[in-house]
């Protein structure tokens, strides 16, 4: 048994040199020059106040451009729907956390490996109270905003098909439109992926768990196998890094308020108090 677990120490660390062998430090001018596709979207990326690109796709983008020998040129395409036609039309090189469809297959290339697993939402004004979580009773002509030509917006249609539910769907382009909408309440909710550890909104539903991946232009076989050895690289060096990068930025806020159901709102208000103690 020693001996077995001696082996695979060994080729670990073969496999560890090797990747370090294949990306050797490079300095900026060396790195490969890589369009991507920037588009305002909360937590996954955005722009501080000093112009600043930052958020989880952007972070996680840095940390395969230090492992890959990579550099970025951030191209604002406006919104989903533009960035992800100048990738098919190649005019931009990737585009980060993309759900991955058999249509979209067709259209561009996929990284081996995903960011990460994400799912859908549906999100109402902290203040409105007419919905409780998964009462679909209440989502019954809903005025519903969702992201013009995604995922995100399809999963949710399905989902009302599941339970029968018919809202209003009002199709946006971009994100911070979509979301300005339900705050100053042309929308009643919005249905987009899971917004993040800054979202000042209550998410009344959550279904639709999927992998993300980088998306890649057809034309760019091998930008794909460089980021292929990238991720494989940072795995193997870090298992854990994907997991506490999802923390950082998707995990519950304490800021953030429970969402229950109207049966557990109901109990709440009738229930004794109790008293507990904690080390």
């Known amino acids: 048994m020693r001996r077995h677990g001696y082996g695979i120490s060994v080729f670990g660390a073969i496999v560890l040199c090797c990747l370090f062998f294949c990306f050797p430090a490079q300095s900026d001018d060396n790195a490969v020059s890589i369009r991507v596709g920037y588009y305002e979207d909360g937590d996954y990326m955005s722009r501080s106040r000093s112009a600043e690109y930052i958020g989880f796709n952007i972070e996680f983008l840095q940390k395969l451009a230090k492992v890959g020998g990579m550099r970025y040129e951030m191209l604002d395409e406006g919104s989903w729907e533009n960035a992800w036609h100048q990738l098919l039309e190649g005019?931009?090189?990737?585009?980060?956390?993309?759900?991955?469809t058999e249509e979209r297959e067709k259209e561009v290339l996929f990284s081996n490996l995903p960011m990460g697993t994400l799912y859908v939402t549906l999100n109402v004004r902290v203040d409105d109270k007419r919905y409780g979580y998964e009462?679909?009773?209440?989502?019954?002509?809903?005025?519903?905003?969702?992201i013009r030509g995604s995922s995100d917006g399809e999963r949710f249609q399905r989902y009302c098909e599941k339970f029968g539910v018919k809202p209003i769907i009002v199709p946006y382009a971009e994100t911070q439109a979509l979301l300005s909408a339900l705050e100053d309440?042309?929308?009643?909710?919005v249905a987009i992926t899971h917004l993040g550890r800054s979202?000042?909104?209550?998410?009344?539903?959550?279904?639709?768990?999927?992998?993300?991946?980088?998306?890649?232009?057809?034309?760019?076989?091998?930008?794909?196998?460089?980021?292929d050895a990238a991720m494989n690289a940072i795995v193997l060096r870090d298992p854990n890094y994907?997991?506490?990068?999802?923390d950082k930025y998707f995990a519950v806020s304490m800021a953030q308020q429970p969402v229950f159901t109207k049966e557990?709102?109901?109990?709440?208000?009738?229930a004794d108090v109790v008293?507990?103690?904690y080390d």
């Open 264 to 270: 557990e709102e109901a109990f709440l208000k009738q």
């Open 91 to 100: 005019h931009i090189d990737m585009i980060p956390a993309v759900f991955r």
């Open 185 to 189: 309440g042309t929308l009643d909710g």
């Open 199 to 227: 979202s000042t909104f209550r998410s009344v539903a959550q279904f639709s768990p999927e992998p993300v991946y980088i998306a890649v232009a057809k034309n760019r076989p091998d930008l794909l196998a460089r980021l």
């Open 242 to 246: 994907m997991m506490r990068l999802y």
């Open 135 to 146: 009462d679909f009773s209440s989502f019954q002509g809903m005025r519903v905003g969702i």
């Open 275 to 277: 008293i507990a103690a």
